[in-house]
């Protein structure tokens, strides 16, 4: 009765499982699978000869006299047994493409619309098997194709999901490429016909797949999902008096508003490489952004946010159409948005990377960023993972407008000093970092001021303690650059200019240097590694190999599709070895570390604790500290501090011991080696 009824609600209800849990299908088929998996001994055989007996006695009975539901009923028992039986080891996996042959594919030209939307959704399941004959596989495609314009809503609606896994075939997507406007266009014209997130996950895996196709449609096919964002709310919004607060994140229609965020988010991300369309796709993309936040529709900053990341990101830059959303994000922060800090981190932090320029020059931005930053610090309402957010930005602040918001820095360290003289206001080690942090890009944006903050405030005793005791937390590549810079800094003043705490103090800031350089190759290695490792690119084969079996017991006359890993089992496979890269990143950082002193700041040893309390590496973050070489800076500053500063020179060098001499020979050396490789690489670019 639905299906002719209201095609649009059998759609929701077979295609989404979360409409029909509560069924009698569903209830049906968890029976049919617990049965063939946790009996599978006593009943699979059953199953498979009962399924096998409808088919074929259907395929033989005279087409006046077949009944099709009998064979609907068949399939649908196929298609929940999908996650076993493609398992390689399922006993009737080399059967499979016979099957799809022999009974599923002919379906696709039924006379009987639910019985071409079956054979699709039987297909769907089964996509994973593959044909000997690749023309095969090109039949299959073109017939599916076809069915994208099928009268029938629920068969055009399976014949979109049933295309998605088949882009994964090199030759179905040189096939589709000269048709993908159509086929686009036909996936948001059932965007607009049902609001279904797994329509619009296929539009986004079809944007990513072919990203480099999509640049000539790519501003149309942005308004078209903008426009169907916008009839999705006026629905919602008819529905609700008040649309502010949250959503029901589980209806329909949020669910697909999401869905169509996400997609103009990746369709922006994969343009990065065409400027001049990102900036149009803005002027498209920006109005349904302003909306949001002025709506305050919390249920969608995550995606909103993620697109003018995006935005910005791909062109490393900061148009006037993203800064006219600045305004609009502080109101959003100042209403509700607090909660929302970790979601406005890459955003806010692009505004001041691209458009650093704007910020120091524009007190009003200064304003706003200082106020988001002091109140995530301040307010009782957010967690340390809040607040190392509000580092962070700071941090790209001091490092991005370094030498011209000079105003911004007291209040700064103030913020951090807060916490870092306070006993017990600390909970974790990677706030401590970040609030040191905080400190260290003070010292290296300007030390005179950040001494002169510390001295006025009687902070520098207790702060340079903090510091020196905390020199083994600092164990990511960047932290122990900063930390570098952050104590160069400080040796770089007139000895007579230091406050008396550190004038006695400077050797020991400089043995701080030297053990942080100790360790630096070595994080860098680590690091290094790990990103080929995350990337899929690690040559050391001999160190892990990964056999795609979860168990420790290799028994291959044991058929089970869902309790071993296999084809079927891709989340296990994926979660399995990305712990694995977890465990490797933990010893990595561990050896990074290279200290084995006792902690004295109350949150044990980092290699205690196989990153529970520990900070990983951010491969994707681009900071001015990548263009700094560390080898380089130290030798340069202590150039200048012999030069200028000799009396603070004399005390450092000549307190140094037998070993540390070598160590700061070695770190020259390095320094030296490391300038002659970047004038070559110079003079070869």
Not at 142 to 151: H, I, R, T
Not at 363 to 387: P, W
Not at 602 to 628: A, K, Q, V
Request: glycine share 4%; hydrophobic share 40%; charged share 25%.
């Amino acid at each position: 009765e639905l299906w002719e009824d209201n095609p649009v609600e059998y759609v929701q209800k077979r295609v989404e499982p979360i409409d029909d849990f509560g069924s009698s299908n569903v209830a049906a088929s968890n029976l049919l699978i617990d049965l063939a998996v946790d009996r599978k001994k006593a009943t699979l055989s059953s199953i498979l000869s009962f399924i096998n007996g409808i088919l074929t006695t259907y395929a033989q009975s005279p087409a006046d006299s077949r009944n099709p539901r009998t064979k609907d009923g068949a399939l649908a028992m196929m298609s929940s047994l999908c996650g076993t039986l493609c398992s390689r080891k399922s006993p009737v996996y080399n059967t499979l493409p016979e099957f799809l042959l022999t009974h599923v594919v002919p379906e696709f030209t039924s006379t009987y619309g639910f019985m071409r939307a079956r054979a699709l959704d039987t297909y769907c399941r089964y996509s994973s098997i593959e044909f000997s004959d690749p023309q095969i596989t090109r039949g299959i495609f073109e017939s599916v194709f076809g069915l994208l314009s099928d009268p029938q809503l629920p068969v055009r609606v399976h014949a979109a999901l049933a295309l998605q896994p088949m882009i994964e075939n090199e030759v179905i997507r040189d096939l589709l490429s000269s048709h993908l406007p159509q086929v686009m266009q036909v996936f948001l014209n059932l965007t607009n016909e049902i609001d279904s997130d797994l329509i619009s996950s296929v539009v986004e895996e079809f944007v990513e797949v072919f990203a480099d196709r999509m640049s000539p449609f790519a501003v149309e096919l942005a308004q078209q999902l903008c426009d169907t964002f916008t009839r999705i709310m006026g629905e919602v919004s008819a529905n609700s008096a008040d649309m502010s607060g949250e959503v029901d994140e589980f209806s329909d229609k949020t669910m697909a508003a999401m869905g169509v965020l996400k997609t103009l988010g990746t369709l922006v991300l994969n343009l990065d490489s065409s400027p001049e369309v990102v900036y149009k796709l803005e002027e498209v993309i920006f109005p349904v952004v302003r909306f949001v936040l002025d709506q305050r529709i919390v249920d969608l900053y995550d995606e909103v946010y993620e697109i003018l990341d995006c935005c910005m990101f791909a062109v490393k830059a900061v148009s006037p159409n993203a800064w006219s959303l600045f305004t609009v994000i502080y109101s959003s922060f100042k209403s509700d948005g607090i909660d929302f800090i970790e979601e406005m981190l890459p955003s806010l932090d692009n505004y001041v990377s691209f458009g650093a320029d704007v910020v120091a020059s524009n007190s009003e931005v200064q304003a706003h960023l200082f106020d988001i930053i002091e109140t995530v610090m301040k307010s009782d309402r957010v967690g340390e993972n809040e607040r190392i957010c509000a580092c962070k930005l700071m941090e790209a602040i001091m490092l991005n407008v370094r030498g011209k918001v000079d105003g911004m820095v007291p209040g700064f360290i103030s913020l951090a000093a807060a916490y870092l003289l306070v006993s017990d206001a600390i909970e974790t080690a990677p706030f401590l970092v970040y609030t040191l942090e905080v400190i260290l890009n003070a010292l290296h944006y300007n030390p005179t001021i950040t001494l002169n903050v510390l001295e006025h405030h009687k902070w520098t005793e207790g702060i340079f303690t903090r510091l020196m005791q905390s020199v083994s937390k600092f164990s990511r590549v960047n932290d122990k650059k900063l930390l570098i810079l952050g104590l160069t800094a400080v040796l770089s003043v007139p000895a007579e200019q230091l406050p008396p705490s550190l004038q006695n103090g400077l050797p020991q800031l400089f043995e701080g240097i030297l053990q942080t350089f100790r360790t630096l190759g070595q994080a860098v290695e680590s690091r290094d590694a790990l990103e080929r490792m995350y990337q899929g690119n690690d040559s050391d084969d001999d160190e892990f190999e990964w056999d795609g079996n979860l168990d420790d017991d290799d028994d291959d006359d044991n058929f089970d599709g869902v309790e071993e890993a296999d084809d079927d089992d891709a989340d296990d496979l994926e979660n399995a070895y990305l712990k694995h890269l977890s465990n490797q990143a933990s010893k990595a950082l561990a050896g990074a570390s290279g200290n084995d002193d006792d902690d004295d700041d109350g949150f044990g040893s980092d290699d205690d604790d196989e990153f529970g309390d520990g900070l990983e590496e951010e491969f994707s973050l681009e900071t001015p500290l990548d263009n700094i070489n560390a080898y380089i800076h130290l030798q340069e500053r202590l150039a200048e501090m012999q030069a200028v500063n000799v009396a603070a020179y004399n005390v450092v060098v000549q307190s140094l011991s037998a070993e540390n001499g070598q160590l700061l020979q070695s770190l020259i050396e390095e320094a030296n080696k490391q300038r002659a490789e970047q004038q070559k690489q110079a003079g070869a670019a």
